[in-house]
């Protein structure tokens, strides 16, 4: 049994279905050690000449009668042992997921996806076995077991204890060697972990290799990191199965041994002797007593695969939460979409330097404003706080006058769209990315939303239109396609705060203008966020502030940055040559 805050607990919410379960499964195993004991009397009447055709009869309708029991009651205990392990399994992987999607950014950053899955596939499926067939095995063993030595005991307490010893031994061995298979299992599904990372890594990257013509090398890596696996499978089952042959062989001993001291009690004709029908019987009883002690030892094969798996679940799910609501969180705000940050300095919880350094500016509701900088300038990382995908100090980022710190996770997410870099698919159809932000959305809606992205004809081409479903990551579709339908989607959420983090840079010039001019319609009265690259991306917005090494160097339109920042100027330029290398003109780049 497995026990632990994240386990224990499923057997008290579902210890109704355990206890009913188990008290049919002993009271089953009761009647059925009444079978031996029929067939053992009815083999003595026949010996003996005793029985008349009606007594047989009787006998066999018993037997039956408890067949029909054995099998009702079976099919009871099935239900409720097995169908509370799956409702337990249902409810562990539900519990996973909703801590996983709590878990912080540098969680994802350090755990790989395959590694996760594993805890969802393998990991849990040893849990679910654990609380269904485990518990079964343990509970049938022990009950079995106890009542067929106690009737075997009961026809001779001699034989029952030279039977009874080795079985002991044996079951002393397998507690022991079990510490193995634990540590066997652990390998394995280390092993298992590290293939799934490394195929949907490299299905996600198909493209990346073909281009680089890394197949046969990526074949190569593959089939050592499956022959790993499959290696160390191997040597786990065929430890199991070494085990089980020991048993069997264990098992056959003990039957030679009651056959031959049983047939001696058979031939004595005193007290202590066993008749043909008794010593059938006890053979039928010792054999009975053959699956409680194979299932005691399957048990612990299983509860230490089990463990081990716990271990691995219980670890994630002690990942800490870091973001969340803070204690005193105000409630039931209405939120208009002014931001101010003052003074912001952070730094990411595994990074040893800040990354934003003293940064203070104000965005009034319904500016459209560009956040420019290079490479490595800061500009992900303040979009990340206002998103509140990291902590931060307190009094440093305000919405509406209120810290951003006392205001809850849902309302500040409620309030923004947000248009991510990767510019991340569903696989799922054109329709549900776009209306994602709603459990149903109507067509017209997600039209709607994909012409201000001016995106609607290039869907329209598609055979399918808008119920065409996109491959994983929306492999299906462009670059610039992707970001398009990315903005859609963050469109069809009419958010009060829209945040673009460099979601245009895959589309040529003239479409970035189109989409800008229909957000400039749409987005009146709303606050936009540009984050770009582009000085072209920029340039018609109330207000652009650039970064520089996470620091705040300046801030204004385009005309006044013109007038007032070298870098800005600098950064002009540069852009101008790289249009007029490209066979563009600066009005065009510009």
Not at 414 to 431: C, E, H, K, R
Request: a neutral charge.
């Amino acid at each position: 049994m497995l026990f632990g805050k994240h386990f224990f607990k499923y057997y008290l919410k579902y210890w109704i279905y355990f206890l009913s379960g188990i008290l049919i499964l002993i009271t089953v195993d009761w009647f059925q050690l009444d079978i031996p004991k029929i067939i053992g009397e009815l083999v003595d009447d026949l010996r003996l000449g005793s029985t008349d055709t009606k007594s047989m009869y009787r006998s066999i309708g018993r037997i039956a009668v408890l067949a029909l029991g054995i099998t009702i009651g079976r099919f009871i205990w099935r239900y409720t042992i097995f169908g509370a392990s799956r409702k337990i399994e249902s409810d562990i992987r539900y519990e996973m997921f909703v801590h996983a999607t709590k878990l912080p950014q540098q969680y994802y950053s350090q755990k790989k996806v395959g590694g996760l899955m594993a805890h969802f596939i393998n990991d849990l499926q040893a849990l679910r076995m654990v609380y269904g067939p485990g518990i079964l095995m343990l509970a049938d063993g022990l009950a079995l077991g106890t009542l067929a030595i106690y009737r075997m005991a009961n026809l001779n307490g001699t034989m029952t204890l030279f039977a009874g010893i080795p079985m002991f031994i044996l079951m002393i061995a397998m507690i022991l060697i079990m510490q193995r298979v634990r540590l066997l299992f652990k390998l394995r599904q280390e092993s298992f972990e590290d293939l799934s990372d490394f195929t949907q890594e490299n299905f996600s990257g198909i493209t990346v290799i073909k281009a680089f013509v890394r197949e046969i090398k990526e074949s190569m890596l593959f089939q050592r990191k499956n022959r790993d696996l499959y290696d160390k499978t191997m040597k786990f089952v065929k430890y199991l199965i070494f085990i089980e042959i020991a048993i069997s062989i264990a098992i056959n001993l003990v039957v030679l041994l009651i056959l031959f001291y049983g047939s001696y009690l058979v031939l004595r004709t005193d007290a202590t002797g066993l008749t043909p029908g008794q010593l059938t019987e006890y053979i039928a009883y010792f054999f009975m007593l053959i699956w409680p002690t194979m299932a005691i030892a399957r048990f612990l094969g299983i509860h230490s695969q089990a463990k081990a798996s716990a271990t691995r679940i219980a670890k994630m799910l002690d990942e800490d939460i870091i973001v969340e609501d803070h204690p005193d969180v105000l409630r039931n705000v209405d939120l208009t979409g002014k931001i101010e940050v003052r003074n912001l300095t952070f730094k990411y919880p595994d990074g040893e330097s800040d990354v934003l350094k003293d940064v203070s500016f104000t965005i009034e509701k319904g500016e459209m404003v560009g956040i420019l900088g290079r490479t490595g300038s800061g500009k992900s990382s303040l979009v990340d706080l206002l998103l509140r995908t990291y902590n931060l100090d307190c009094e440093q980022v305000f919405i509406d006058g209120i810290d951003i710190m006392k205001l809850p996770i849902k309302s500040v997410r409620d309030l923004i769209g947000y248009v991510p870099q990767d510019n991340f698919l569903f696989s799922d159809t054109i329709a549900s990315n776009i209306g994602l932000s709603f459990e149903r959305m109507h067509i017209e809606e997600v039209k709607r939303a994909s012409k201000l992205a001016d995106v609607y004809d290039n869907i329209n081409e598609f055979k399918e239109k808008f119920d065409t479903i996109l491959g994983e990551r929306g492999v299906t579709v462009s670059g610039g396609q992707k970001q398009r339908i990315s903005i859609a989607r963050a469109l069809a959420k009419d958010p009060e705060i829209l945040i673009l983090d460099d979601s245009v840079s895959a589309v040529d010039t003239e479409t970035e203008d189109a989409i800008i001019t229909n957000l400039s319609d749409v987005r009146r009265g709303k606050t936009t966020i540009f984050i770009a690259h582009r000085i072209s991306t920029v340039k018609k917005m109330d207000k652009i502030i650039l970064l520089e090494k996470g620091r705040l160097v300046a801030i204004g339109n385009h005309k006044e940055l013109m007038k007032t920042s070298e870098l800005y100027r600098s950064m002009v330029k540069r852009q101008e040559l790289e249009n007029i290398v490209e066979g563009g003109s600066t009005d065009e780049g510009l």
